[in-house]
């Protein structure tokens, strides 16, 4: 399964967007997905998950303000960014995950990404 973001743009602090996460196969129901972000000069960095039964997680970082979503009738996961911060300005990668106890890696191959710019 590949997956590819898109939905990135320019908002206002304080201003919402939504990312969706296009997947290709028919495998993508059956696998966890993460969303990943990285900032200029940062390391790359895991915001949110889902398993393929639904189960979420995120990071301290976007808790409260970020909703992660599936939908596997149309092989998309969605982010929904509400209350936007500029240090929220990154590229956001989506990708498969592998999730343990206490511990993720990304198992699929990375996309391009999607430019996310939270700026007044």
């Known amino acids: 399964v590949q997956l590819q973001a898109s939905g990135g743009g320019l908002v206002q602090p304080g201003g919402s967007l939504r990312l969706s996460c296009a997947g290709s196969?028919?495998?993508?129901?059956?696998?966890?997905v993460g969303w990943y972000r990285q900032a200029p000069g940062k390391q790359r960095e895991l915001v949110a998950s889902?398993?393929?039964?639904?189960?979420?997680g995120y990071s301290d970082s976007v808790k409260g303000r970020f909703s992660i979503s599936r939908n596997n009738a149309k092989n998309t996961a969605y982010l929904r960014m509400n209350s936007l911060k500029p240090e929220d300005t990154a590229v956001y990668y989506c990708?498969?995950?592998?999730?343990?106890?206490?511990?993720?890696?990304?198992?699929?191959?990375w996309g391009q990404g999607t430019l996310v710019t939270v700026s007044s």
């Open positions: 889902i398993t393929s039964g639904g189960t979420t």
């Open positions: 196969g028919s495998a993508f129901s059956f696998r966890d």
């Open positions: 990708n498969t995950i592998q999730i343990g106890d206490g511990w993720s890696r990304p198992t699929g191959s």
